[in-house]
């Protein structure tokens, strides 16, 4: 494992953490953390470490403002975030010639892979974890307009104690108002996989459903029981998820891996 700093588009770093395959295939693997979620977190962590198992290198990272990358909490956006993926892309073709990569992440992460890779043609796999469709509607948007901030707490990776706050402005509302996720996930032509929870409040299966009947064949809708939003706080929840994945995700890409 390799701790990194990336530039981003403002010349800020980006911290990413880097694992290695010990296989030698030219694969790639961009995980995205969900809303205010860190590249640390143990589903992220898990699933980096299955997908060196097959050959992938691992890269996963805080968006800009968040966590332990640069900037400033305002520059939160869906805008900065896409900017943010083709940074950290970018860096890693500089290192190594990959030549298939893997785009996937959680909630608000698995939304982010879904209009990047509708955007880079490079992308060559999806794997979209309980993908959030679309922006902030409702009660929740009508009192983030009303005090103009939004404000959350994360509990620490790694079994820390302690918590860390975030201030979301009303400006990242309004920058999200600006994609599409069901219009931009029609023009991925790469295969793509999607994760929904039987339990998970918060992108609910049925969402997650919609986002899937609209994409474009290869894909895969897995439907996993007794499994909800949050399901890194659960070793057995985050086994079964990854399990799920990768036990899916060869079928449906072009690459050919044998154990």
């Not at 820390?160 to 219009?183: A, C, T």
């Not at 996930?185 to 339990?199: D, H, Q, R, T, W």
Request: include cysteine; glycine fraction near 8%; charged fraction near 25%.
């Amino acid at each position: 494992m390799e701790q990194i700093k990336i530039k981003n588009s403002k010349g800020q770093n980006i911290a990413a953490v880097v694992k290695y395959s010990t296989k030698p295939y030219q694969r790639l693997a961009v995980l995205c953390p969900g809303y205010l979620d860190t590249k640390d977190y143990a589903h992220l962590v898990a699933l980096a470490e299955k997908l060196t198992e097959k050959g992938y290198t691992a890269v996963s990272f805080d968006p800009t403002g968040t966590w332990e990358s640069g900037g400033d909490i305002a520059e939160y956006s869906n805008t900065q975030y896409l900017e943010d993926i083709r940074s950290v892309l970018e860096h890693m073709l500089k290192r190594e010639n990959f030549t298939d990569i893997l785009l996937g992440g959680h909630s608000r992460g698995g939304q982010l892979s879904i209009l990047y890779a509708a955007r880079d043609p490079r992308v060559s796999a999806v794997v979209a974890i309980m993908p959030s469709s679309g922006g902030v509607q409702g009660a929740r948007r009508e009192e983030w307009e009303k005090s103009g901030y939004s404000f959350s707490k994360r509990d620490l990776p790694d079994g820390k104690s302690g918590i860390k706050e975030f201030n979301v402005p009303f400006s990242h509302v309004l920058d999200r108002d600006q994609y599409d996720v069901i219009g931009d996930v029609k023009k991925i032509k790469a295969p793509i996989i999607f994760i929904a929870g039987e339990l998970d409040e918060m992108c609910p299966p049925e969402e997650v459903k919609e986002i899937f009947d609209t994409a474009n064949e290869p894909k895969k809708y897995i439907f996993l029981k007794n499994i909800g939003h949050n399901y890194r706080h659960s070793q057995s929840e985050i086994e079964i998820v990854n399990r799920e994945i990768m036990k899916n995700l060869f079928p449906y890409t072009a690459i050919a891996v044998r154990n």
